[in-house]
């Protein structure tokens, strides 16, 4: 006859191993049901109901380095569609559609868009080699940003020889724009002097993740295309907005593919 003590152990191996079974049954139940398609049909249908950008989730929409966005990568990198990454993205399409309605997002506040590049890099950087533009570019990175920054001015993204940023007050921006401009005259790297180009308009831009879009960024970035080297050109809208007094402003022509026709441009100097 066994021994009370065997029984005992007997059970309680029984148990644990009935324990985890029916654990791992739990978790198999709660995979299917996460991947079921109809559930997964209806938690993107109450998305489609919810405040927000019901497409949040893509890579544009959860750029940046804000808490929201942080979850966001991480709901993203889930692979494969699920209700849980559903439901996670729905919660966070809603905290973003909050954080827009107080002011910190989509299109309802006023802000300069300024997009800078160096005229003919793309050519010059061909015949240099990789290690001499490089280095063009960290003097030039130093000139532009530091006038952006010290102006109030928020660096969005860097584009290769040049960048976009943005501002909360007008006069700001253009005159970091001139210091910017400035400042990359005196650098000279090889023999070469590089020459910046600037362009800004004023606007509400979307701010999707942590970038803007939308018909004013393209815009302000058309009016930068159209700048000749060491010119800062401004936009109309913009233009209003300054003090005439600070600035001298000279009408320039300006056409550009999908810029609105009614557009005026002007090159924009210090007095």
Known sequence: MPSPFAITEGISVVSKSDGVSRWARVKQKASELNQSPSLLRRVKTLRRSLPGDD???????????????????????????????????GALQVLQAFSESRGRGRGD?????????????????????????VELLREVGRAVERPITDRGGKVVKRLGDGLMAVFPH?????????????????????GHRPSLRAGLHLGKPRKLGGDYFGVDVNLAARVCDAAAGGE??????????????GFALTRRSFKAKGAPKDVTVYAACAK
């Open 232 to 245: 800062v050109l401004i936009t109309d809208a913009l233009s209003e907005r300054l003090d005439e007094d």
């Open 170 to 190: 007008p006069r700001a921006a253009v005159l970091a724009a001139l210091s910017a401009t400035k400042g990359v005259q005196r650098i000279e790297v090889a």
């Open 55 to 89: 497409d949040y989730g893509d890579p544009l929409s959860v750029a940046g380095h804000e808490p929201a966005q942080a979850l966001g990568q991480r709901f993203s990198h889930e692979s494969g569609p699920s209700s849980v990454r559903e439901a996670g993205m």
């Open 109 to 133: 506040r006023e802000l300069t868009i300024l997009f800078v590049d160096l005229e003919g890099f793309s050519e010059w950087s061909l015949e240099v080699g990789d290690d001499t533009a």
